[in-house]
């Protein structure tokens, strides 16, 4: 009998991360998540997903000054998002330009180890500077170049914004990218690994990932949960809010996971940091709102027979809306981040490659017989 969605199949060996879905644990190379978003960078943990370990201090200045020197973007890219029109989706504008990179790095088609690595720096180098340069240039704002001497999370709300972002803003973005930089098999992460098993090329498995994640089901869904924060507006309407949509048989967007059936362990990291953002500026509404919901959705679970917890969606939303990012672009900054655990998967497949050809258990009819042209109905 088929599994539904592969559930339950396991596809290939990895030791990039793993989840204990009733424990709600992630480590990434036997890290825990929680050490991971307290106690390093994101430049830290891509060394990590990239070569096995976490770097000391020269590895770590050296591979931080080839991310930064691989920031910038060909002209031409810029080009292109200038032409595409704004009311382009910012996760297709990225899949595009992510596709469009080939074309402009030596090693595109270049399959050894050392290439792979220096592609797997390049893309996770660049797109943020895509993403916002699209962001500005839907707005009628030129592009801000990138800067050398700012970190992956810094430098990102410096290119976005056109500012210099503070500790705490950077910061809380670096732990983001964090969170999301890698997590086991999931859709994206399967679609580049698909690819890359046919011996395609880098460029072509990010770019299947990242239209993988585009979808709500996947990275799409910190977008809806926004929405749904500004729809229900007040503190004081979340529950009733709740209360219709259960009614009325919608999921709330926020909530579950494929695999988790524990809390999420990045969802509670997220709301630590969506506090900070709400301690400083002094506008809690969204983390109130939020808190509302949660406990909403836990008394309601809880009369039903259920159990539900918030997932890294959930609080991640609030915590890009109050630092500024538009909220169609929440799943580019997902896809910045993953791009260090699909490059990761992808260098992995290729070290011990076989082509991914799953079956189809066949249910349709038998016994047909051709009839002529003239006689079918």
Not at 44 to 66: A, F, I
Not at 279 to 294: C, F, H, V, Y
């Amino acid at each position: 009998m088929a599994s539904r969605g592969l559930e339950g199949v396991v596809v290939a060996e990895s030791e990039l991360s793993k989840i204990y879905g009733d424990q709600g644990r992630l480590i990434y190379r036997g890290y825990e998540i929680e050490d991971l978003a307290e106690h390093t960078t994101f430049e830290e943990v891509c060394h990590l997903l990239w070569h096995g370990e976490l770097p000391n201090r020269k590895q770590l200045e050296e591979l931080s000054g080839e991310l930064a020197r691989n920031r910038a973007v060909h002209p031409d890219l810029i080009e292109l998002l200038r032409r595409t029109p704004p009311a382009t989706h910012p996760m297709a504008a990225l899949r595009t330009a992510a596709s469009a990179l080939a074309s402009y790095d030596p090693d595109a088609e270049d399959m050894s180890p050392d290439a792979n690595q220096r592609k797997a720096i390049r893309i996770t180098a660049k797109l943020p500077t895509l993403t916002a340069a699209f962001a500005r240039l839907r707005e009628g704002k030129e592009p801000v170049a990138p800067r050398e001497d700012l970190s992956t999370a810094g430098n990102f709300l410096y290119m976005l914004r056109g500012e210099e972002p503070d500790e705490l803003e950077t910061r809380i973005i670096d732990a983001a990218l964090i969170l999301h930089a890698e997590h086991g098999m999931n859709a994206s992460t399967f679609s580049a690994r698909v690819t890359i098993a046919t011996l395609s090329d880098m460029h072509s498995a990010i770019t299947s990932a990242i239209g993988t994640l585009k979808g709500p089901l996947h990275g799409g869904a910190n977008e809806r949960v926004m929405h749904m924060l500004i729809e229900i507006g007040e503190p004081e309407a979340a529950e009733a809010w709740i209360e219709e949509a259960l009614g009325r048989g919608e999921r709330i967007m926020g909530f579950g996971h494929r695999v988790y059936r524990a809390l999420d362990p990045r969802a509670p990291i997220l709301k630590r940091l969506a506090e900070q953002l709400a301690a400083r500026g002094g506008n809690t509404k969204w983390l109130d709102i939020s808190e509302r919901i949660q406990k909403k959705m836990a008394e309601e679970m809880e009369r039903r027979g259920r159990k539900i917890y918030p997932n890294v969606d959930f609080f991640s939303a609030s915590v890009y809306y109050t630092l500024g990012i538009p909220t169609d672009m929440f799943t580019n900054v997902f896809a910045c981040a993953r791009a260090a655990g699909w490059t990761a998967h992808v260098m992995e497949q290729l070290a011990d490659n076989r082509l991914i050809r799953p079956q189809a258990e066949y249910v349709g009819p038998m016994g047909k017989k051709v009839r002529p042209l003239d006689e079918r109905g």
